[in-house]
């Protein structure tokens, strides 16, 4: 049995500065949370190797549900992360999304933090 007490993820070298108390390279809050959620994280890393992709395309590449992609969607355009533009082919509507700057660069910022996170549990 773990006694949780004193079982931290916290590192055990004290080379890296306290942040608010707790190690940075720890430190989970680096994660951006809003691009942490599976579906968004999908619809952020298919946008980074792709120009522009439609709504449908992005249904079937992470494949999630209309509501689904809509709701993560709308939450990636609301933080600027992604880019919306919507356009008529005749009467069909089309929705295309793209990464603005601000999203790679969040997006590169949380790989980061992974990749981090990741290091550092691989080499305690």
């Known amino acids: 049995m773990v006694d949780r007490s004193t079982h931290s993820l916290r590192s055990r070298d004290s080379s890296s500065p306290p942040v608010d108390?707790?190690?940075?390279?720890?430190?989970?809050?680096?994660?951006d949370r809003l691009i942490h959620?599976?579906?968004?994280?999908?619809?952020?890393?298919?946008?980074?190797?792709?120009?522009?992709?439609?709504?449908?395309?992005?249904?079937?590449?992470?494949?999630?549900?209309?509501?689904?992609?809509?709701?993560h969607a709308r939450k990636l355009e609301q933080a600027g992360y992604v880019a919306c533009k919507?356009?008529?082919?005749?009467?069909?509507?089309?929705t295309e999304f793209r990464l603005t700057e601000a999203?790679?660069?969040?997006?590169?910022?949380?790989?980061e933090a992974m990749e981090a996170l990741i290091r550092r549990t691989r080499h305690g």
Request: glycine share 12%; hydrophobic share 40%; no cysteine.
């Open 103 to 111: 999203g790679r660069t969040a997006l590169e910022g949380y790989l």
């Open 86 to 94: 919507k356009t008529f082919s005749g009467r069909t509507p089309r």
């Open 21 to 31: 108390g707790v190690e940075a390279d720890w430190r989970l809050d680096g994660l």
């Open 37 to 71: 959620e599976r579906v968004r994280l999908g619809i952020m890393s298919a946008l980074s190797v792709n120009d522009a992709l439609a709504f449908q395309e992005l249904k079937e590449i992470l494949g999630a549900t209309d509501g689904n992609l809509s709701v």
